[in-house]
């Protein structure tokens, strides 16, 4: 470790994503559910989602993404030192899913451990992988946000089985060369208050897996809808706030707002709230909906793919999930 590592920048040498194949749209839940593709744009912005194989697991989809990320950043697998996979949707409880993940990519060099922050476990992992490399800890870290909700969700239940889908996004980070961009300024955190809004209450030491406890579907996503937007609102606009006061920007010197991909009426009052016009804020839940750690990793791939920002573009992320939990981080690419 260095005298001066840490201070040293941390870039974003390369992203991926992938979704599996089948998708599920609206016209076709609302043939098993009592809802409609009316009520579920409306209320959310939701067209469709893509659902994973039963053979299909969150570590293969997250190996998937990662070997994108790789690739673009020009990294093998085995010169990866540190892979954290953000997830509430593991395929075991133990070991963990970047267990999982560093054998399949056969990335043998790597510590790996998983995060479990819910939708914000993308940026969690940013945060922490951030500063263990840049205390001279590690080179590089793989961190990955990757889900299969639909092992998790009551498909007889409309409130929640609308909104989510299943996918994974990845991102390598590493020390930054001289001409290469950075995360500026991170910011994470959590309210254990309010962990009541968004549960899966089965499954855990506190309510083991039962006959009975499956049949109630207690091992599937429960929430509180209204409650939980009104805080994502709140948290959103705050970290975000945070994070490009901490960079020293402005609202018109940011390129691309990227928030966590819940629902379309929570990012349009958050580009409201933080003066970024919608042009600005990037957003793909028509397609996926929520596919919670994996979301704004997604939608951060899916962004610069698409030539939304470029080499030296300012950029927000900004999340909020269970927990309840948020994070934000501010990026030059
Ligand atoms: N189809 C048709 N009707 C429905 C559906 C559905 N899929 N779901 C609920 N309804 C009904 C309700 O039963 C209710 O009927 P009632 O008035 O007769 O009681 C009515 O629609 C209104 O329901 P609300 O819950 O008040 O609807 P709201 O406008 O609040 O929208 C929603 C619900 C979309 C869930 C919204 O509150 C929301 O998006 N909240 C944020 C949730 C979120 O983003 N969570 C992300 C975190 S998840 C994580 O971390 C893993």
């Avoid at 409880?93 to 990335?107: I, S, Y």
């Avoid at 959590?190 to 897996?209: Q, V």
């Avoid at 929570?266 to 600005?280: H, Q, S, T, Y």
């Amino acid at each position: 470790m260095s005298a001066n590592s840490s201070k040293a920048a941390i870039h974003i040498a390369g992203t991926g994503s992938y979704l599996p194949e089948r998708v599920l749209t609206n016209e076709e839940l609302s043939k098993t559910v009592d809802t409609s593709d009316e009520w579920i744009v409306t209320r959310t912005g939701i067209r469709e989602r893509r659902i994973a194989a039963e053979d299909e697991f969150t570590s293969h989809m997250a190996t998937k993404a990662a070997l994108k990320a790789l690739e673009q950043a020009g990294l093998a697998a085995e010169d990866i030192q540190l892979i954290v996979v953000a997830t509430v949707t593991p395929d075991t409880l133990t070991p963990a899913t970047a267990c999982h993940v560093q054998r399949n990519l056969g990335a043998h060099r790597a510590v790996a451990f998983d995060i479990s922050a819910a939708c914000s476990g993308f940026l969690y992992a940013m945060k922490v992988c951030k500063r263990m490399i840049s205390d001279g800890a590690f080179e590089n870290a793989l961190i990955i946000g990757a889900e299969k909700l639909s092992s998790f969700l009551n498909w007889e239940d409309r409130t929640t089985c609308v909104l989510f889908g299943d996918g994974a996004g990845a991102a390598v980070l590493r020390r930054a060369q001289p001409g290469e961009g950075s995360i500026v300024a991170t910011e994470i955190g959590t309210d254990g208050n309010l962990t009541r809004l968004i549960e899966m209450p089965g499954g855990g030491s506190a309510c083991p897996i039962t006959e009975k406890n499956a049949h109630l579907h207690l091992n599937a996503f429960t929430m509180q809808g209204k409650e939980v937007f009104k805080f994502a609102v709140t948290r959103m606009k705050e970290a975000a706030e945070k994070v490009i006061e901490r960079a020293g920007w402005q609202a018109d010197d940011i390129a691309c707002v990227i928030p966590h991909q819940a629902n379309l009426r929570i990012i349009d009052a958050i580009a409201d709230r933080l003066a970024v016009p919608n042009e600005r804020v990037f957003v793909n839940l028509h397609k996926y909906g929520n596919t919670s750690a994996a979301a704004v990793a997604i939608a951060l791939d899916e962004a610069q793919r698409g030539g939304r920002f470029h080499r030296g573009d300012r950029i927000v992320l900004v999340v909020f999930g269970a927990g309840l939990t948020w994070a934000a981080a501010a990026v030059e690419w």
